[in-house]
């Protein structure tokens, strides 16, 4: 049983299309996070949801908008790609954001390559 | 800076220890963690401290945490070929809500 997945694994697309990569948690948790990993294994944390409510917004251009239409899913919709874009998005879920709760557990990562 | 540093790479040889070090900056930080990443695979949880604890055992892997140097470190005994990954270690960042700063990761390769 995958505690968090998301899809697609892979994403290959041209330059200026829109995309979206989705995630689900199945370990009941209420905080879910999006973090990009680099071509040089780099992770920077990009977004944060708590019980469906956005909780940390990293300096990140606005054409990525996270939803979270429950506190099970966390989806990340990305405009008008570039090639910077390119990278590996991990979700990832905690119980809570406090003590032993906010320990991060990630999913298997989506593989964006923007061409 | 927000900078949370460790060696890019370390060699072993199979069957001796690995020691992977990290220094963090924040010491308000609660908890600082090691994740496992595979290739082309996502990050595994492998352990983690709480900042008012100085070493935790588990298996085979030994976390040191010295806080007034804000250095971490992971050991894992009788290392093998299947421990060859990339380790991240980790600090929860504190100010409202916790958010992981990573390092860059440390290479471990396990030759024979």
């Known amino acids: 049983d995958t505690a968090v997945s998301q899809t697609p694994k892979y994403l290959v697309t041209q330059m200026g299309n829109d995309k979206s990569i989705k995630c689900e948690q199945n370990?009941?948790?209420?905080?879910m996070y999006w973090y990009k990993q680099d071509s040089k294994k780099f992770l920077k944390i990009m977004f944060s949801?708590?019980?469906?409510?956005?909780?940390i917004n990293e300096t990140v251009p606005n054409r990525f908008s996270p939803k979270s239409p429950d506190k099970a899913h966390l989806n990340l919709h990305i405009n008008s790609l570039e090639l910077g874009d390119s990278a590996v998005y991990f979700c990832?879920?905690?119980?809570?954001?406090?003590?032993?709760?906010?320990?991060?557990?990630f999913g298997p990562g989506t593989r964006l390559l923007v061409l | 800076g927000e900078d949370v540093e460790q060696s890019l790479f370390l060699s072993v040889r199979e069957g001796d220890s690995s020691v992977i070090n990290c220094t963090y900056t924040?010491?308000?930080?609660?908890?600082l963690y090691w994740y496992k990443q595979e290739p082309g695979a996502g990050l595994q949880l492998l352990t983690y401290?709480?900042?008012?604890?100085d070493m935790k055992q588990d298996q085979r892997l030994t976390v040191l945490l010295n806080k007034k140097d804000k250095h971490l470190s992971l050991r894992i005994a009788d290392t093998q070929t299947g421990d060859s990954a990339i380790y991240f270690c980790?600090?929860?960042?504190?100010?409202?809500?916790?958010?992981?700063?990573f390092g860059a990761g440390t290479r471990l390769a396990v030759h024979p």
């Open positions: 990832a879920s905690s119980q809570g954001t406090s003590g032993e709760k906010e320990t991060q557990y």
């Open positions: 370990l009941g948790h209420d905080t």
């Open positions: 949801y708590n019980n469906k409510e956005l909780i």
């Open positions: 924040d010491s308000s930080s609660t908890y």
């Open positions: 401290i709480f900042s008012n604890m």
């Open positions: 980790a600090e929860s960042r504190t100010g409202g809500y916790n958010k992981l700063i």
